[in-house]
C-alpha cells in the first residue's frame, strides 16, 4: 500500500515514521496518510470518469473533518446518513448539492436540516419514510429530490452483519415494489422520484454480485422510464472491498467495466458510495505493548489498544495484519493472542495470530484501520477516544487531540430531578 514503507527496519507513513509520532502523541493513535487517500482516490475516479459516475464519499468510514475535506478536495461530494455526518460533511466544506442522505430512519428534525441545507438527493428506505419526507418539505415549502433505494436480493457474499441487499436486511423496498413508489411519489407535493439506489453490503471481494444487481437496476430503470417516470439517475451504493491480508482487492477498473456494460448506455446520471475502499488502507492504528503475558495455553501480547478503539476484529471476526514498527524482520516466535486491557475476552485485535517475540514497551501497528476504526470507538471502560494523525509527506498533524480524561468525568451529573 502506497503510504507506508519500511525505512532502516522501521516502519513510517510516508515520512514520517510512527516512532516519531508515538512518542509525541502517545499511544494508542490513529495514523492516517494523505498521500494514500489521494492515490486511492485518484484510481477510482480515473476508472470511474469514461463511465461518468460521480463519486460520493461515505462519511461513515471516516468521519474525520480533515479526512472529508480531503477527499472534497479531490473532487468527492458525501454520502451521509445522519444529522452529525451532514453537519460535518458541510463543516468540511462539501457543497450541499453533493451531498446524499440515506439511512432507514432519518428523522424529521434530520429531513429538515437536511432540506434547509438544500442537499442533492434523499434516499428513501420505505413509504412511510416517503410520506414523511414530503410531509416536512411541505411545510418548508420546499420540493426533496428522492431516490427510492432498493433491495435487489443480492447475496454479497460478506459478512452477514454487513450484507444489505438481501431480502431478509432491513434496507430499502423490494425493487419490485419501484412502481409503486414512483407512483405514490407522482401524486405527493413536496418530493419529486428522480432516482433508483441500491447498496447491497460492505467488504466485497467479488464483484458479480454488483453486476446482478445492475442487471436488476437496469429492468426496473427501463420499466419505470416506460412508464413515463422522470427518471434521471442511479446511484450504485458503495461496499468495494480491500485486502485485509495484504492482497491486491478488488480492481475499480473492473467495476467500471461491469458499469459500462450493465447500465452505460441508460443515459443516467450515476454515482457511487465508497467508504472503505478510499480510506481503509490508508490507516494504522498504533499502539504499544503494555506487556507480554505466557497464559497456560497462549502468550497474550497485551496492548494499550482495545476492543473500544478498533471494534472490527470482535464484532465481525475483522482480520488486521499487525506488525511491530521496529526490527520489522524478525522471525515469527509463534502465535499469539494480542489483547487490550478491556475487561471481556472478546477484547482481541487478533487471535492465534504469527508474532515476533515482542517486548514490553514495542509499538505494533495495526494495519487497515483508516476505516471503521475511530469512528466506531467508545469510551467503554472510561478508556479516552484515541487521538488521530494525518501526515502528508514530511508534515503530520494532529487531527484529533487526545481525549483527556476530564472529558469523561465531566459529562454526568448529579440528578436534578423533574416531577415529583
Ligand atoms: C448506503 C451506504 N452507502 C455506502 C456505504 C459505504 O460502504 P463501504 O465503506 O463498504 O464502501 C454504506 C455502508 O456499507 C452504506 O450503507
Ligand atoms: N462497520 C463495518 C462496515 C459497515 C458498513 C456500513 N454500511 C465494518 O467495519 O466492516
Known amino acids: 500500500m502506497q503510504g507506508f514503507e519500511i525505512r532502516d527496519g522501521a516502519l513510517a507513513v510516508e515520512n514520517v515514521p510512527l516512532t516519531t509520532i508515538a512518542e509525541q502523541v502517545g499511544t494508542p493513535v490513529f495514523v492516517y496518510s494523505a498521500g494514500a487517500i489521494r492515490a486511492r482516490y485518484r484510481a477510482l475516479s480515473d476508472a470511474l470518469a469514461p463511465v461518468g459516475a460521480a463519486i460520493h464519499y461515505a462519511v461513515k468510514a471516516n468521519s474525520n473533518q480533515a479526512v472529508i475535506s480531503l477527499l472534497r478536495e479531490m473532487g468527492a461530494g458525501a454520502d451521509v446518513v445522519s444529522?452529525?455526518?451532514?453537519?460535518?460533511?458541510?463543516?468540511?466544506g462539501v457543497p450541499a448539492d453533493r451531498i446524499v442522505f440515506a439511512g432507514v430512519g432519518k428523522t424529521r428534525e434530520e429531513m429538515a436540516a437536511a432540506l434547509d441545507a438544500g442537499i442533492h438527493l434523499f434516499n428513501i428506505e420505505s413509504e412511510p419514510e416517503l410520506e414523511m419526507l414530503a410531509?416536512?418539505?411541505?411545510?418548508?415549502?420546499?420540493?426533496?429530490?428522492?431516490?427510492?433505494?432498493?433491495?435487489?436480493?443480492?447475496?454479497?457474499?460478506?459478512h452477514a452483519k454487513i450484507t444489505t441487499g438481501k431480502a431478509e436486511n432491513k434496507f430499502g423496498v423490494p425493487i419490485e415494489?419501484?412502481?409503486?413508489?414512483?407512483?405514490r411519489a407522482a401524486e405527493l407535493d413536496?418530493?419529486?422520484?428522480?432516482?433508483?439506489?441500491?447498496?447491497?453490503?460492505?467488504?466485497?471481494?467479488?464483484?458479480?454480485?454488483?453486476?446482478?444487481?445492475?442487471?436488476?437496476?437496469?429492468?426496473?430503470?427501463?420499466?419505470?422510464?416506460?412508464?413515463?417516470?422522470?427518471?434521471t439517475q442511479l446511484d450504485l451504493g458503495g461496499g468495494l472491498g480491500i485486502g485485509?491480508?495484504?492482497?491486491?482487492?478488488p480492481d475499480p477498473q473492473a467495476l467500471a467495466a461491469i458499469i459500462r456494460e450493465e447500465l452505460g448506455d441508460l443515459g443516467l446520471e450515476l454515482a457511487v458510495e465508497p467508504g472503505r475502499w478510499l480510506v481503509g488502507a490508508a490507516g494504522v492504528l498504533l499502539a504499544r505493548v503494555i506487556l507480554v503475558k505466557q497464559g497456560v495455553t497462549k502468550r497474550h501480547v497485551v496492548?494499550?489498544?482495545?476492543?473500544?478503539?478498533?471494534?472490527?476484529?470482535?464484532?465481525?471476526?475483522?482480520?488486521?495484519?499487525?506488525?511491530?514498527?521496529?526490527?520489522?524482520?524478525?522471525?515469527?516466535?509463534?502465535?499469539?493472542?494480542?489483547?487490550?486491557?478491556?475487561?471481556?475476552?472478546?477484547?482481541?485485535?487478533?487471535?492465534?495470530?504469527?508474532l515476533p517475540a515482542v517486548e514490553a514497551g514495542e509499538l505494533l501497528a495495526v494495519r487497515d484501520a483508516g476505516a471503521y476504526g475511530a469512528v466506531m470507538s467508545s469510551t467503554y471502560n472510561a478508556r479516552p477516544l484515541a487521538p488521530e494523525v494525518l501526515v502528508d509527506g514530511d508534515r503530520w498533524?494532529?487531527?484529533?487531540?487526545?481525549?483527556?480524561?476530564?472529558?469523561?468525568?465531566?459529562?454526568?451529573?448529579?440528578?436534578?430531578?423533574?416531577?415529583?
Not at 136 to 156: C, W
Not at 311 to 320: A, E, Q, S
Not at 402 to 417: K, S
Open 83 to 92: 444529522g452529525g455526518e451532514l453537519a460535518r460533511a458541510l463543516a468540511a
Open 135 to 158: 410531509e416536512v418539505a411541505r411545510s418548508k415549502g420546499a420540493t426533496a429530490r428522492v431516490g427510492l433505494r432498493v433491495n435487489p436480493d443480492v447475496d454479497a457474499k460478506t
Open 177 to 183: 415494489r419501484a412502481p409503486v413508489f414512483f407512483a
Open 190 to 231: 413536496g418530493v419529486e422520484a428522480v432516482a433508483l439506489s441500491a447498496h447491497i453490503g460492505s467488504q466485497l471481494l467479488d464483484l458479480e454480485p454488483y453486476r446482478q444487481t445492475y442487471v436488476r437496476l437496469r429492468e426496473m430503470a427501463l420499466a419505470l422510464r416506460a412508464e413515463g417516470y422522470g427518471l
Open 244 to 249: 485485509y491480508h495484504g492482497q491486491e482487492g
Open 303 to 354: 496492548v494499550d489498544a482495545a476492543m473500544n478503539d478498533l471494534i472490527r476484529p470482535t464484532l465481525y471476526d475483522g482480520y488486521h495484519r499487525i506488525q511491530p514498527v521496529t526490527g520489522c524482520d524478525r522471525p515469527d516466535a509463534g502465535p499469539a493472542d494480542v489483547v487490550g486491557p478491556i475487561c471481556e475476552s472478546g477484547d482481541y485485535l487478533a487471535k492465534d495470530r504469527p
Open 397 to 420: 498533524a494532529v487531527i484529533r487531540p487526545r481525549q483527556p480524561v476530564e472529558a469523561l468525568i465531566g459529562l454526568d451529573r448529579v440528578p436534578d430531578w423533574i416531577g415529583r
